[in-house]
C-alpha cells in the first residue's frame, strides 16, 4: 500500500471539524511534504514524526512521502497531528499489514521518542468523534477529558502501544473518569456567608470596594 486515509481533528473555537490526513509514497527523490495549509508547528511535525517512527523501531520510508491535510482551507494549528501523521506513514509504507482505519481517530502529540504527549482543548474532538460513531486514539495526559464523553476513546503513552493496538497485539486502556475526591469536612465556601454580598464576589473579580 502506497496511499494511506488517517482521520483526525482540528480545534476552531468551541468545535472539532473532521481532518483527514492522506499520505502517499511515490518514487523519487526522498523528500517529505505537508500541504494543506499548516501553520509552522504543523510543517515541523516531519521532523517530530520521523524521529518518533525510528526510535520506535520502524523504518522510515526512503522515498517520496507526500502528506495531505484535508480539507485544504481549513487552518491546521499545533501538534495534534504528529500521531494521526505517524500511522498514516506507517500504513501507507505497507509496515501495519492490510488493515482498515476507517473507524479510528487520532490525535496526540509526539515527542521525538515516541512518546505521546497531551493536547489541548481535546473535549470537543472526543464529542465529535463520539457522534461520528468512531474510536479516538489520543494520548495518556488527556484521558481524564475525554472520559467526561460516553464512548470507547482509549489512550496510549506511547506510539509502540498505538501500533500494538492496532495490529491486536494488546488492547489499550479505555477513558475511565476517576471518582472525585470528597471535600474536607471543614472546608469552607463562600455560599455559607449570609449577606455582604459586595464582599463574596471579591474572589471573582479581584476588585474590592471601599465601604
Not at 507526500?66 to 495534534?80: Q, S, V, Y
Not at 509504507?93 to 521518542?113: K, V, Y
Not at 470528597?182 to 472546608?187: G, I, N
Request: glycine share 8%.
Amino acid at each position: 500500500m502506497s496511499l494511506a486515509t488517517i482521520y483526525s481533528r482540528a480545534r476552531v473555537g468551541v468545535s472539532s471539524p473532521l481532518v483527514t490526513v492522506e499520505t502517499h509514497i511515490s518514487n523519487g527523490l526522498p523528500a517529505l511534504n505537508i500541504v494543506g495549509l499548516p501553520e509552522a508547528a504543523v510543517r515541523e511535525a516531519k521532523d517530530r514524526v520521523r524521529s518518533a517512527i525510528i526510535n520506535s523501531h520502524f523504518e522510515w520510508p526512503t522515498r517520496r512521502v507526500t502528506i495531505n491535510l484535508a480539507p485544504a482551507d481549513l487552518p491546521k494549528e499545533g501538534g495534534r497531528y504528529d500521531l494521526a501523521i505517524a500511522i498514516s506513514v506507517l500504513a501507507a509504507s505497507g509496515q501495519l499489514g492490510d488493515i482498515s482505519l476507517r473507524d479510528t481517530e487520532f490525535i496526540g502529540e509526539l515527542a521525538l521518542s515516541g512518546e505521546i504527549r497531551g493536547v489541548s482543548g481535546l473535549l470537543p474532538s472526543a464529542i465529535a468523534c463520539h457522534h461520528a460513531n468512531r474510536q479516538l486514539i489520543l494520548p495518556d495526559d488527556n484521558q481524564q477529558e475525554a472520559a467526561l464523553v460516553e464512548g470507547n476513546a482509549v489512550f496510549a503513552k506511547h506510539l509502540t502501544q498505538v501500533t500494538a493496538h492496532l495490529l491486536k497485539q494488546t488492547q489499550l486502556p479505555i477513558c475511565v473518569s476517576k471518582p472525585a475526591e470528597p471535600l474536607p469536612l471543614d472546608h469552607k465556601d463562600m455560599r455559607d456567608v449570609k449577606g455582604q454580598y459586595q464582599a463574596r464576589r471579591v474572589p471573582r473579580s479581584g476588585r474590592c470596594g471601599r465601604s
